[in-house]
């Protein structure tokens, strides 16, 4: 095949929470005998489009034998699930200054909820001086925040600890909490500030050393991530660890293989099987949906973004995604290019659309909801409406529309249709929004939620509708724009 499949990854909920989903599953079987287990399998086009854990993927018809419809299957975390979703708790260690933290705790947190009251009257007290006052209000503001840790809220949890530093700024189970929570939100370079101060007081903490592993595999250097996993490991065994080393062992054995290119913005990996003329192209390619990116969004995003290129094979064997898959951003670009010379028109599409996932991602610091990373990507890439808007205008009207809410999470349990008409949903309200007040109402949601701002709540402020509104809007919008 001359050409790349195209999929649409979803990034930020394919981790964790997919482990032991049960969905019922149909099986695609090729014409070359090997067998696909999928979800939500549709027919469309010269297409056969599923769902994995890795997004929406589609195969041409002209390979398919058959399709097997029901069964019940256990899907499997996301292939290559972003660094962010690695599977590693929160460090567990025991403040060292000072006593009496886990009666702090206990009365800082209880019965479902922060005591804001109690904390106030440490940081009173700490207002005194004494070394164990200064010790109470850092314990109470880091038992506010390992309960925000555990409740999701990223945001408070990091506006907490960063407090409780101010009254323990050497304590390594803080400094620790910070950085793991840096790591969470994909922010890697503060996170590895933070972890270097843990160390100057704990230079032999395994616990420093599994999250340095992460913060540079977060940055895609993998021989710093491998060296510190095996210090971690040879401190203490680790399952985690081990299993995080495991798959950084793996895409650097594999990438070592791997020729490099840079420009200003990406760095890019490709196999010597690859045309280093295609290489070139694929970042002047990059380079310039970065440039339209940017500007439409009104962002730069601070990391270099991670490309790889890969032959059909390699790319399979990596992701452990099934084969036929199309390109996917896991934190990561990886695109399949088997068999191209050039940057045609398709693949350039692909480009941009991944591309716009890695700036959503960025952004919101993995906050923005599937609707948001998959209809803008789309509108990005260059798609409208106009095919699907009559049918969404009718399901609307028919009252069968999902509720906006539900298309804010994984997208895994749709129906085959549901899936479909989720993804020229996303598009619809997107394209509603941006065509009505143009792209700058984008730009202020996706600050909103990146702030840590429920997306309806984002919404609200910015295009004064909630989810009910948008969508009738969305609804008339598209038969205004593509009716008779
Ligand atoms: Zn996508």
């Known amino acids: 095949m001359n050409r790349v499949i195209r999929i649409s990854a979803v990034l930020f909920c394919a981790g964790l929470l997919l482990l032991n989903f049960r969905a019922a599953a149909d099986t695609i079987v090729l014409k070359n005998g090997r067998r696909i287990t999928a979800m939500s399998v549709v027919e469309e ?87 164990q006052a200064n010790f109470n209000a850092a314990m109470g503001h880091h038992a506010a925040s390992i309960f925000e840790l555990s409740h999701g809220d990223l945001e408070h949890a990091l506006t907490d600890e960063r407090t409780a530093l101010i009254y323990a700024p050497e304590e390594p189970a803080l400094l620790m909490n910070v950085a793991y929570t840096h790591l969470r939100r994909s922010e890697y370079k503060q996170s590895l500030d933070y972890l270097e101060r843990a160390r ?67 760095t890019l990996k490709y196999s010597g099987a690859a045309e280093p003329a295609l290489a070139r192209d694929v970042l002047r390619n990059l380079e310039m949906h970065f440039s339209a990116i940017e500007s439409a969004l009104n962002y730069s995003p601070p990391d270099s973004i991670g490309v790889i290129l890969y032959t059909q094979e390699a790319f399979a064997d990596i992701t452990k995604a099934p084969g036929w898959v199309g390109a996917l951003n896991d934190g990561r670009i990886r695109v399949p290019v088997q068999g191209l010379a050039s940057v045609d028109q398709e693949l350039s599409r692909v480009l941009k659309h991944e591309l716009t996932h890695s700036f959503i991602q960025q952004k919101t610091h993995g906050h923005a909801p599937t609707w948001v990373q998959e209809g803008l990507a789309q509108w990005m890439e260059g798609q409208r409406s106009g095919e699907s808007a009559a049918v969404l205008a009718q399901i609307y009207t028919d009252g069968h529309a999902v509720p906006m809410g539900g298309l804010e999470g994984s997208w895994m349990g749709l129906s085959g249709n549901g899936a ?65």
């Open 45 to 131: 086009g010269d297409k056969v489009k599923y769902q994995t854990s890795a997004g929406e993927l589609s195969l041409p018809k002209s390979i398919v034998d058959h399709i097997e419809k029901g069964g019940a299957v256990a899907v499997a975390g996301a292939p290559g699930a972003d660094a962010a979703n690695l599977a590693i708790a929160p460090p567990e260690t025991q403040p060292r200054g000072g006593g009496g933290s886990e009666e702090i705790a206990h009365a800082a947190v209880h019965d479902g909820s922060i005591d804001r009251e109690y904390i106030a009257r440490l940081e009173s007290e700490a207002r005194g001086g004494t070394k």
């Open 420 to 484: 479909r008409y989720a993804y020229a949903w996303a598009l619809a309200i997107i394209e509603y929004i941006v065509e009505t007040d143009g792209m700058g109402d984008i730009e202020r949601i996706l600050d909103r939620v990146g702030s840590g701002m429920a997306t309806e709540a984002a919404v609200k402020e910015v295009v004064h509708s909630d989810y009910n509104d948008l969508m009738q809007s969305t609804a008339e919008y598209l038969r205004k724009t593509y009716g008779h």
């Open 200 to 266: 100057r007081v704990v230079p032999d903490s395994p616990e420093v050393a599994k999250l340095e592993g992460w913060a540079y595999y977060g940055l895609n250097k993998m021989d710093q991530a491998v060296a510190e996993w095996k210090r971690a490991l040879a401190l203490r065994p680790d399952a985690e660890v081990r299993a995080a080393l495991d798959k950084a062992q793996r895409d650097k054995q594999e990438e070592e293989n791997y020729k490099e290119n840079e420009s200003s913005h990406f």
